[in-house]
């Protein structure tokens, strides 16, 4: 059974850094892709960043510079590496995974979802 499991959310001070994890448990295709994403409160769920099992990544322009996506355990792990975190990065942040090698920031190309882990960026 697939399953996708966020972790590594929490509060952190305007600048700082936090690292999310997202274990893809149950895959049985060799391509894929899986993408992070974002919603706030009152807000629509936006693409932050994807990766495709062939290596290929997709970022938002607001994420540019500041964020990196990357695969470890021959691609069951997808870390985003969030650094110099903003305000305006408070949301809950989801894994989510696409049949696609095609790593696009849409959500409705994307068929399995995780449980979201919370990200607060606050003083």
């Known amino acids: 059974q697939l399953q996708l499991v966020e972790s590594g959310g929490g509060l952190v001070e305007p600048g700082g850094s936090l690292r999310l994890s997202c274990v893809i448990s149950?895959?049985?295709?060799?391509?894929?892709?899986i993408g992070w994403f974002r919603q706030a409160p009152g807000k629509e769920r936006e693409g932050v960043s994807s990766?495709?099992?062939?290596?290929?990544?997709n970022y938002a322009d607001s994420v540019k510079d500041r964020f990196t996506i990357s695969r470890a355990n021959s691609g069951n792990t997808v870390s985003l590496q969030m650094n110099n975190l903003k305000p305006e990065d408070t949301a809950i942040y989801y894994c989510?995974?696409?049949?696609?090698?095609?790593?696009?920031?849409?959500?409705?190309?994307?068929?399995?979802w995780g449980q979201g882990t919370q990200v607060t960026v606050s003083s």
């Open positions: 990766i495709s099992s062939i290596g290929t990544t």
């Open positions: 989510a995974l696409s049949g696609r090698t095609l790593p696009t920031l849409r959500a409705n190309t994307y068929d399995s």
């Open positions: 149950g895959l049985t295709s060799r391509y894929y892709s």
